[in-house]
């Protein structure tokens, strides 16, 4: 049996009918591997556009919440002028859809930590009023906030 296909059995297969179903299959083949490889090339630009919006988002969640806290706690009788920092962690819960066939995964974001900078830093009263808030308002454990001036 050769290995090699010369050029004159080559002519030979193109002129039958199964030369032609062959050439006919391997072309619908390429066609279709061709498409595939852009879908799975589209899906990874997709993805990538989509952790890049998924980060913007979550630093600009991450700064209305410090926004937010800020103006709260500004409130509060001792506080003064305020600054916030919070940091956040990226959480992934995977949860099934209602078919329990389908995979859904979701990324929420938890606030890991809270700085609090005001001028009523100093005072104990102030320090365990804007604690209790920050606690109250993001259910952590008050190790995980500072409170200083």
Sequence with gaps: MKAVIGFGEIKELIKSEKGIKII?????????????????????AKNNEKERCTVESFADYESGLEQRLTEILSEIEGVGNV????????TE????????????????PEVRGVIV????????????????AVSGIFGINTLHISVTR
């Design 24 to 44: 006919f299959a391997a072309g619908l083949i390429l066609i279709l591997v061709i498409a595939f490889s852009g879908l799975f090339t589209g899906r990874s």
């Design 93 to 108: 819960q995977t949860e099934y859809g209602r078919n329990s066939d389908m995979l859904i995964s979701v990324t929420a």
């Design 117 to 132: 900078v005001c001028d009523g830093g100093d005072s104990v009263n102030v320090k365990e009023k804007v604690t209790d």
């Design 83 to 90: 600054k916030v920092m919070i940091t956040l962690d990226k």
